[in-house]
DNA sequence: CATGAATGAGGATTCATTCAT
DNA sequence: CATGAATGAATCCTCATTCAT
């Protein structure tokens, strides 16, 4: 009786865990072939085959074609931002907090860089399920930047003539194009560390109080007009 | 006689006038529709009706839906970059040709509203007729970027350690960023001078060797070859 | 004024030939671009292009694709029918009149090949328009055979057991074969009176009572039943 | 264990045969389209609706409207001739080989009626797949006849002056016009046997040494190697 | 009459989605 | 849950025909 107990609970793990595997088999498959082949350009028969499923499969973890796409976004896409939020609360020094943004962007792209890919394409659609998306849960991201910008401008490092929505999208900008590249040219003559040291180089000295050299810093710091 | 040459050459110029008509009308259209609803999601229906012109009058002058996109960017980015480069011509001084190229990057962008989303949208795509437009032509326009970055290095103003080809890129990303978002929220809130003012003021404070207060500073300024 | 008379009916004849010409021109246009095409894989503008006319021009001498066929079949075949029965007229002997005959075909397909490659292509279709012309006036070519071959009943050198109907049939079907792949291969190897020995050696021992004569002849022949 | 096994082999047997059904229900609805309507005014609507099947489905199992036809010949075609070889192997006179090969075309004519017009509409069609196909593959079925001609020439029965590749084409030619206006007038009038009657008639006397009666004459007959 | 730009109906093909097995 | 055959709506493009010049 109790055998027979264990067999049923362990068939409901074994069920679940099986369904965890082809929801994010499917998922995978998915940033992979959108990357490949742009949103609409993918067919649902390619990730199916992609994600060793067939087509029907697919729409038992999926609602339709859109709903893929905004599932890579929302988990991907979350788990960065979860990544960057626990590493920043750890460290106060705005100088800092940029150097970590930076590099834990570059450092995502690089890793899935397919999940770039279906970023840096499919962030521009217009379609409206997108433009949703991108309005309510994307801005987190970049929210990030402003934070970090107004928090040093309160601590004195930033110039206060610096808009913190504005420099948030030239950063952003900046960092998002550079990765939009990467497959082809830069990779093979940057690494991620030389991209970070040159993103920050410009942006801090660009938005600090002290224009010092990056990154010794210097120490008589005069008020910015 | 010549009433007669006269008239006969009248009615080539008009012909010629009407069909020009045609196909700018259609440009346009497609621009605007693009704009609206992304390249795959517009049908070509919506480009002829906007156009108002049949369907297939659409295709006495382009070849296929790909080519209308090809042809979007090849016209209207073409004005824009011969624009840029006429006005660059005039100007020797590297930070004052950066800040033409903002200026017009964005005073482009936000006159031609649809075709700034048309560029954005679309340079992101990955299908491959796309692809090949962006690396062979759209690069030339970045390609401004570099070359006033690499000027202002030899003439002394700009950091040697900033990396021209990683410098344009991110200068790019943040233009175009910027422009991106334009229609939501920052139109209402910031001019074009400003984000040009906000954006030299980072970068040029960002690359230039002499850590001087923007915009008032460059005292000697010796042609560039 | 007679001068005036004369400019007028002078012009009203160069436009009539104008006309005709231009006419005929696309009949023959329409013919060899038939032939090389298809009735249906055929452009409008292809007719226009290899006739040196503009498409509209050919829709104020036919009123549409159909008509353009029609009138290739109209006009050519009659040329053919006619020149064919003229011939015929002046000879009494039914074995002459076969021979005259085959040779008229297979020299009036030898000199039109587009026309030829038309009639076996498109006498095939089942387009409505085509069916009609096919049943009313086509008839009348193959009813030729027909009628040599009554005659030849009627007099006593041709089998009384051979129906002329189904006789008529497979002579112009083997006729029609045999210059349907002229254009490949047996061009090359056969000329116009060889075959014509070929299928009147064949044909006529097949269907004369005596066979005499044509062309080695044999000397006991029991009579048929 | 081996009733799930012989469950499963039937269903798969049962899936084959559905399948295989579909094939051949949208093959003879397309042939039955096609001899209606021709194949250029056929719609693959037309033909989905005749197989009771949805439009896509055809392109479940033909990759285009010129792969259905060329399919149609491929299967249809390729059954009449097999079926006549294996008759023509057990007979070794050349007179009854003829008969049977004339036999064979009348009766396969007839019982597919759909079958017999798409041969002979589309046969000849200058369409470059269609030419391809039937030069490679139809030259096969006039090939017989050839044969049958050339092995007669070799027993010392058929007329050592006819040349087999224009006798061929005259005898396919004859039956093929013959079939041809079946639908018409000649179905009513003649049957099978009295046209193949007639056909040997003409045929056999026309192209044999010995001018005797047919079908009864035959006295010596060497087999053929 | 001649032109050829413009029209727009029509059709082959694709592919997201469903559903019987 | 898993499958993948079947569906049919949707759309790009062609081309016969028209008509203003």
Redesign the pocket.
Known sequence: MLFHSFIYLLSIVL?WM??EN?HSKIISAATKVFAKKGFFT????DIAKEAK?????I??YFN??YDILLSVFEEEVGKIVENTENLLIAEADPHKQLEIFVTQHLMAMKKNRHLAEVIQIELRQTHKVIKEYRDNKFSKYTGIIAEIIKNGQLAGIFRLDIKPDLAKRAFFGALDEISRVWNSSLETNYSVEEITAQMLSIFLTGIQTTPSTFPEQVFFLPSQP
């Open positions: 069920f099986k369904a082809k993918a067919r649902i028969s499923v067939a087509d029907g499969t729409y038992l339709n074609k």
